[in-house]
């Protein structure tokens, strides 16, 4: 699980959250997602893996349960 009901809360518009990474046997480098846009219910996320953006994940709190699209 990437956040929890509580961090999705808490999270602001530049905040970074850590990610494991794509390989963990071959790297510990982890994936930063950083909050690109948020609205009560939703935050989209821009994601860099070694400095390379991957694209854009959205996080969306429903009632408490977290669905994300990436």
Do not use: C, H
Not at 15 to 28: H, I, M, N, R
Request: glycine share 8%.
């Amino acid at each position: 699980m990437l956040l929890t009901p509580e961090e999705f809360g808490q999270l602001k518009v530049d905040d970074t959250v850590e990610a494991d990474g794509l390989f963990p046997p071959l790297s510990k480098e982890p994936m930063v997602l950083r909050v690109a846009e948020r609205s009560e219910t939703k935050i989209e996320f821009v994601v860099t893996y070694f400095g390379v953006t991957l694209g854009r994940w959205q996080a969306e709190n429903d009632q408490g349960r977290l669905t994300w699209r990436f």
